[in-house]
């Protein structure tokens, strides 16, 4: 065939004959230059001279060609057109909208998967929509013909216009269906100053992508060519088609419609740059002399070197003893090493086993200490005692005060007694002297005195009656004033109690305040950046757990967090370890942060069963008062606080009734603060828990709450707190008030007190002058002697009746006195005892303190002087593994040198001989101008650039024949492919034009690139022979037989849309109606195609069938909507 025998002379010479694939070797003999279509000159005349044999043979094959598919083919089209073709499932267009697009305001189509008709009068716009079609999927905007430029296609008046083009994308050839679903929305908008921009989006108008370059895979993908003409095929386009006469045009059309065209010139390159390298590798062959030249003078060099090489290689022998006499002595030198380093490392294992021991004897001594402190800490505090203590010595101090005054009255009643009795017996010595004198008074002076006396008496009575009534309110006064003090006493108590509970809330709200930012500052100091360092730490065990209290809550914090933060709270910040190992190292970070107090226990990873020590469940314990996000932390809690069978209770009375009930021991946590203990011997004891410190860091724990709410809450304490000093302060002065009250008051009785008092004295002293004046002048009667004496008595028993009541008040106070001083001394004795015990536990503290201070000390000792060690073995080891290193870097570098040279000289004997050997190399060296290394290294370096040169072209000649090779099978296709087309296209056209009773043939003449039209129309197959020409036809003949060859054309192309602009502007009826069907049928039996035509006729006479839609444009009056169907 003519491919084969095309391929033959292609790949003979470089460069040689003419290979566009649009010219045949017959027909290029008989061209000129200026006729070859890809303007490629043939330089072989005498060739061109022989091509008349070729065309003929060629003409020969072109017929072979035909009759042998031309049967195949008419088949195959006739079955198809009795076939319905099925709808496209991608690539089609579903929908188009225009928005000041031309003439339309706004448009918008929805055509139908098959045929869509677009009809309308002149001017309604119907060009418009091929236009649309074209640029939205970005066409050039000249290749519609219907402006140069996007801004023309913007509707006057308007700066800005928009279109919009919905392809149908489903099937399983879809494009990215992921992201744009079963439909792809082009945008494009253009604007008067000439920018122009692309949204391709979804189904659901979601953007997916604003690229020109993802619209061009897009077409690339639905093998949709909007600027070939053949796909979209304007009015003007469609014009000049069917009324082109040249039959090089129709050929041009048809190349460039079925992309020949596009192919041709393709290959054209390809072979162009082929010539090229066939030039470039002719270069480099020439150049190759060269080269050898170089290699050759290099090689002869080589040779006379010869005797040096001789010595080269002697020196190189010695250098091969040398590296490896290196290697001996650094060996020896590393062996030395190790053997010191071994030596060394025999003392570490002593070292440590007196640091295990002395850190064994640290951890008991701590351990020691622990327990001992959480003794001295249950012992709790002894303020209860203390305060009973002096509330004891408040009432006996009262009693004593109560006994004295009682005293004190007792003594003035036996003096006023010893008084009354004095005055009694006086009384009875004047009756007797007055019984003598009274015959010798008279009687008149003696009443005179007697009323006088008499008057005296009542006013003395009266004074004294007032005087008791004045010192009743005295006392009244006193006891008020008493009472008034305490109250003042027990004001100053409250007002330092609220002052306290004042700078206690102050002291949590600062402290929350300063922990908002860091939740773990109630654990100990700078804990975050503890918990960074010990996870950036490697350990021998588990890493390290806690602070424990970060894995517990307490379930009812309002209700036990007080008594668990006093007896949980310095376990809270305790740390674990699982490996006795790590302890130092995590003591030495606890110690780097100020956190060295923390505690840290040591105990494997147990979860054992703990259940067997737990109470029954309907008692509260810790345990259960509590919530542990961590098993481990729950064991450590369990081993180190007893959780698991402490019990928690409202009160002491009902801890200690519930440890009755639990075998009679156990211990006990109460709400109101003790430690409640019982025993299985039956005894027990109850101690006050002490009460945290209002700036303790275990305040902030067990709160349940968050930074903020804590900040809240102790906020509210604070302003209650500051509430009740308040109030305390408003009382206190309400008191102090009625103080100085009632001391004005007492002030003012106590002046009356004295005014009556010297009342009384004066009528005394009065009532006794009288009596003097009675007793001088006239002796007093008988009578009035008795009566005073008779007043005596009844006084005196009165005092006595008086007496004899203080004396029954005295012994109650002396017996309410005795229990009160039992008491107290039983209380002062408890307040021994437990300072007794307190000291004791203190003393056994400060002994188990400096144990383990001297144990400490120990292991510092013995952990110092291990570090000291360690830190000279690592220095030692480090010298030895670098002396390894130095030696396996050595003998590596020595083994990649040369093979082992066994039992090597000492350095300094084969350094001398090398000395000797490259002295002499050197004298030869200066007599040649270059070390034979150097000589060496040119001879390679020649030899290596000729051998990559002669590779290099040998691969390049073989590819370069292998493209060509390629090439001209390419080309050999293409002609097959060509001829496929073209005779398809023959058998589809005369099927076509027997629709009309037509007959005719599409003649191609591939050489001189035409295309002709030869019709007979049905009125001339009884009078003309022969065929004729089309320029004889009518305009309506003439256009069907376009338009049959368009359809013919169409069946060699793939794009799944066609359109047609005015296809049917010179037919006449009859031809217009039989064009119609004709490409109704065609379209109805084309497979996944879209055919857009476009008509200014009326459709009256066409058969609308569901894969047919017809769309009529309103008439020009340039205001368009949606467009109804039919």
Known sequence: MPGKRRATDVSGSEGEGDHSPQSTPAKRAKRDEGHVPAGRKSKDHAQQEASDDEEVKEEDVERMFEE???????????????????????????????????????????????????????????????????????????????????????????????????????????????????????????????????????????????????????????????????????????????????????????????????????????????????????????????????????????KEAEQARKKKQEADELKKELAWAHVASKETEMKKKME????????????????DATEASFRAASEQVGILESQYAELGDIEDLQKRKADLGEKIKANKKKIFDLKAQEKEMNDQINRTSKHIEECGKSIEEETKKLEAQTKFKRDEIEQK????????????????????????????????????????TARSKAQVEVHKAQEALSRARSEEDNSLGAYGRDMKRVLQEIKGAKWYGNKPVGPLGVHVKVKEPEKWAEVLRTQLGGSMSSFAVTDARDRPQLKRILDQTGSGMINILISEFDLFDYSSGEPPVDILTVLRALEIDDEYVLRLLVNQQSIERTVLAENREIGNNVLKNLRGNGVAWTRDRYNVRRYADGGGQSIPLQELPAADRRQALFTNRSSADNIAYYEGLLRDAERKYHDVIDGLKQTRAAHTECKRVLQDLSNRDASLYKIVSQKKLEVG????????????????????????????????????????????????????????????????????????????????????????????????????????????????????????????????????????????????????????????????????????????????????????????????????????????????????????????????????????????????????????????????????????????????????????????????????????????????????????????????????????????????????????????ERGQGVLSFS
């Open 340 to 355: 010191e380093v071994a030596k060394m490392q025999r003392r570490l294992p002593k070292l440590q086993a007196e640091l």
């Open 453 to 492: 006396i008499q008057a005296a008496r009542e006013d003395l009575h009266n004074a004294e009656e007032q005087l008791k009534d004045v010192r009743v309110q005295i006392q009244e006064k006193n006891i008020e004033l008493r009472n008034i003090a305490q109250s003042g006493d027990e004001g100053d």
């Open 769 to 1116: 002058n009288l009596q003097n004046e009675i007793n001088d002048d006239l002796p007093t009667t008988i009578s009035a002697l008795q009566s005073a004496r008779d007043e005596a008595v009844v006084e005196r028993e009165n005092i006595k009746t008086q007496y004899a009541n203080l004396l029954k008040q005295r012994a109650e106070v002396d017996e309410a006195q005795k229990p009160l001083i039992a008491e107290q001394n039983d209380v002062k004795k408890k307040i021994d005892d437990f300072n007794e015990r307190r000291n004791g536990i203190k003393g056994e503290i400060d002994e188990a303190v400096i144990k383990r201070l001297e144990a400490q000390k120990n292991k510092q000792h013995y952990q110092k002087k291990l570090d000291d060690d360690q830190a000279k073995v690592n220095a030692v080891q480090e010298e030895a593994e670098e002396l390894q290193k130095v030696f396996e870097d050595w003998t590596a570098k020595a083994e990649e040198y040369c093979n082992r040279f066994e039992n090597p000289r000492e350095v300094a004997e084969v350094q001398r001989d090398l000395d000797s050997v490259q002295a002499a190399l050197k004298q030869r060296e200066k007599k040649q101008g270059a070390t034979v290394e150097e000589i060496t290294m040119q001879l390679n370096r020649h030899k290596s650039a000729l051998d990559n040169a002669e590779r290099d072209l040998k691969q390049m000649t073989a590819l370069n024949k292998a493209l060509k090779a390629s090439l001209v099978i390419r080309l050999a296709k293409w002609h097959e492919f060509r001829r496929h087309i073209a005779l398809r296209c023959k058998v589809v056209f005369q099927y076509h034009l027997s629709n009309r009773g037509y007959y005719g043939k599409v003649l191609f003449d591939h050489s001189a690139g035409t295309l002709a039209l030869k019709v007979q129309t049905d009125d001339q197959a009884g009078t003309q022979a022969r065929d004729k020409d089309p320029r004889s036809l009518s305009g309506g003949e003439k256009s069907f037989s376009t338009i049959c060859l368009l359809l013919s054309l169409w069946e060699a192309i793939g794009c799944p849309i066609r359109c047609l602009d005015e296809f049917d502007v010179f037919m006449d009826a009859v031809n217009r109606r039989i064009s119609m069907k004709m490409m109704i049928d065609t379209a109805n039996s084309s497979d996944g195609k879209q055919y857009i035509l476009i008509t200014p006729q009326d459709m009256n006479n066409v058969a609308v069938t569901n894969t047919v839609r017809v769309h009529r444009m309103s008439d020009p």
């Open 68 to 302: 042998e598919h031309e049967e195949a083919i008419r088949a195959l089209v006739q079955k198809k057109s009795r076939h319905q073709g099925g709808v496209a499932e991608m690539g089609i267009i579903e929908s188009l909208e225009m928005h000041q697009f031309m003439c339309h305001k706004y448009l918008t189509f929805s055509f139908g998967p098959q045929i869509n008709f677009i009809i309308g009068h002149n001017g309604s716009g119907k060009s418009a929509v091929l236009s649309a079609v074209t640029v939205a999927l970005g066409g050039k905007a000249t290749s519609t013909g219907r402006g140069s430029g996007l801004k023309s296609f913007i509707r006057e008046g308007q700066s800005v216009s928009e279109v919009s083009i919905s392809l149908k994308n489903q099937g399983e050839e879809a494009y990215k269906p992921e992201s744009y679903g079963k439909s792809i929305v082009v945008t494009r908008r253009f604007t008067k100053e000439g920018s122009s921009s692309y949204k391709i989006k979804s189904k659901d108008g979601r953007v997916v992508s604003t690229k020109r370059e993802e619209l061009a895979a897009i077409c690339d993908h639905m093998n949709i060519q909007v600027d070939n003409p053949m796909n979209v095929l304007t009015q003007d386009s469609a014009r000049q088609f069917l009324s082109a006469a040249n039959p090089n045009d129709k050929y041009k059309f048809f190349l460039k419609g079925t992309q020949l065209q596009q192919l041709s010139d393709e290959y054209d390159t390809c072979f162009e740059n082929i010539s090229q390298t066939a030039k470039v590798l002719q270069s480099k062959k020439d150049g190759m002399s060269d080269l050898r030249q170089a290699y050759k003078e290099a090689s002869d060099r080589f």
